[in-house]
């Protein structure tokens, strides 16, 4: 992303021999150098595996990290977030797990998007491999989430857009693990208010 005319670039880390993986970005004002390597999320306890970073700017002008927690108490890979002023400073934000009013934590691989349809604060709309349903919220991030039902099927690793409407969210699945050649790469939609007429 490009933040104060600065090119940042977030990733997953497993070069330091104190973490089997951290979540990592670095930064480049000249795109040719790059500085120092910065922690977003380094989990003291080496087996931990945070993983697959994506960040989002709301309307309010903070940031939104999703990222999955390997290791994670609620279930492995379970689908953490963190929320920030500045998106240089994830590292000193706690995570904590993206869950629905029943309690339900979605696993693995997600991905979000802000759009500022769906209500006055906009819509922060996550995927998770776990479930063919997206998962809402209408608060910049805070209190329950709800589930919203797609009909692109779960897979390992799902992107989402804004379409040009932006009720519209395009998501284009990359199918399954382990589906060889009869994986197939999929692209659906859904209005993000959770109607098909509106």
């Keep these: 992303m490009v933040y104060n005319n600065q090119l940042v670039c977030y990733y997953s880390d497993q070069r330091d021999p104190k973490h ?20 977003d999320e380094a989990n003291p306890t080496y087996s931990a ?4 970073p994506v960040i989002s700017k709301m309307s309010n002008n903070q940031y939104f990290y999703t990222y999955e927690n390997g290791g994670a108490p609620e279930g492995d890979f379970a689908v953490y977030f963190k929320i920030s002023s500045n998106p240089l400073s994830f590292g000193s934000v706690t995570g904590k797990p993206l869950k629905t009013a029943n309690g339900y934590v979605p696993t693995s691989s997600p991905f979000n998007i802000f759009t500022g349809a769906g209500g006055s604060s906009g819509t922060l709309v996550v995927s ?3 479930d063919s349903d ?5 608060n910049y991030g805070q209190g329950a989430w709800t589930r919203l039902t797609s009909q ?17 969210i395009l998501i284009v699945n990359g ?3 382990g589906q060889g050649s009869t994986n197939k790469v999929t692209a659906s939609a859904r209005d993000v208010n959770g109607c098909s007429t509106c």
């Design 128 to 130: 998770a491999n776990s």
């Design 49 to 52: 595996r945070p993983g697959m």
């Design 134 to 138: 997206l998962f809402v919220n209408h």
């Design 175 to 177: 199918g399954r693990l």
């Design 20 to 39: 089997g993986q951290k979540l990592v970005h670095q930064i480049s004002t000249d795109l040719k150098s790059w500085g120092s390597v910065i922690d």
């Design 152 to 168: 692109g099927g779960n897979g390992y690793s799902r992107s989402l857009a804004v379409g040009y409407n932006p009720k519209d």
